[in-house]
């Protein structure tokens, strides 16, 4: 705490010294600081009470924890600014990724530089990426009574991303599992930490949607890949593993467009039909479809506009849209 106030006071002295209009002090990792909401509520109203014009940009890994401490005492005085992974077009733009290199070693910036070493790659974003999420943003700052079966229902997840698993048969995969509301919850804090998402069913009735079996969704491909053997060029020869990468990266593009610009993303499934993602506002609704088969069947897209009329439905993929293309869409314009 001391040294935030320090910080604090030495942004205040430069406001002073250089007659600046505005200084901005930048914090990164608030939530790991005890009570930090309450200290940054009584520096902010002095400063206001003073007319000094410092802006404070807060910076957390954790979206629960952020949050939690903005409601609780920031009420009135934030904006909250999303933050995800790196798209594929600042990816490309830093170090040159090709579409199929994003699909594959996702959007962490600092692991670009391992790719050509993909065991090492792997060990740095198990190590370095997924543990300290877990064991920092999540199992040091959030009560947790089973971690092992935290860290079991994060690696089922990356097993099945792009899949749909009802929680009763998460259940069945793992031991000491407690109960559905656990899952639940546990899911929800991965979804926080950046990690890993359970995109509800769409459904016009509110209530059937929160009841839906989740379909699960990593929020970087990389991963999925850190705790499996296979390299990058085994899994692109062969075109049925190919395509649940090329789906699982299309569905993180989705995932950080709608939390950036306040869309909701769902899937879409009933009896035997299924649309992989559907994008709303709440008001215009698209079906959306990721392939890379040529044989693909539209009967899941069919069935969907039958149902629920979407504004439109779009192929991603085999005779569709070019899902190279598509990463580099906002979600937002397609609406």
């Not at 040529?294 to 899902?323: C, E």
């Not at 190279?324 to 314009?333: G, L, V």
Request: a neutral charge.
């Amino acid at each position: 705490m001391l040294t935030l106030y320090q910080h604090w006071e030495i942004a205040r002295l430069k406001l002073k010294q250089e007659s600046s209009k505005e200084v901005i002090l930048i914090i990164d990792e608030i939530q790991k600081i005890q009570n930090w909401s309450a200290y940054v509520k009584k520096e902010w109203d002095a400063d206001t009470r003073n007319g000094i014009p410092l802006k404070v940009i807060l910076l957390g890994s954790s979206r629960l924890l952020i949050q939690k401490g903005l409601t609780e005492s920031l009420a009135g005085r934030f904006e909250t600014i999303y933050l995800g992974h790196w798209s594929f077009t600042e990816m490309n733009t830093a170090f040159g990724f090709t579409p199929e290199e994003y699909v594959w070693f996702g959007g962490y910036p600092g692991a670009a530089n391992l790719i050509q070493a993909e065991t090492r790659w792997k060990n740095y974003v198990r190590d370095s990426l997924i543990e300290t999420s877990i064991s920092l943003d999540i199992l040091m700052l959030t009560r947790v009574d089973k971690p092992a079966l935290l860290h079991r229902l994060f690696e089922i997840g990356c097993l099945y991303s792009g899949q749909i698993l009802s929680y009763t048969k998460m259940l069945g995969q793992l031991h000491d599992a407690g109960n559905t509301s656990t899952l639940s919850h546990y899911l929800y804090l991965l979804d926080t930490a950046g990690l890993l998402s359970g995109l509800e069913k769409y459904d016009q009735g509110r209530i059937r949607q929160r009841a839906s079996s989740p379909k699960f969704q990593v929020q970087n491909t990389a991963l999925m890949i850190a705790s499996q053997s296979e390299s990058f060029a085994s899994v692109h020869a062969h075109q049925s593993q190919w395509g649940r990468w090329v789906e699982s990266c299309n569905g993180a593009h989705l995932h950080h467009g709608c939390m950036k610009h306040h869309l909701n993303l769902y899937y879409w499934r009933h009896v035997n039909d299924e649309n992989d993602f559907v994008l709303t506002d709440g008001k215009k609704s698209i079906g959306i479809e990721v392939t890379t088969s040529i044989k693909h069947k539209k009967s899941g897209m069919t069935a969907f506009t039958k149902t629920h009329h979407p504004d439109k439905v779009l192929l991603i993929g085999a005779d569709g849209m070019p899902w190279q293309e598509f990463i580099k869409i906002s979600p937002h314009e397609l609406l």
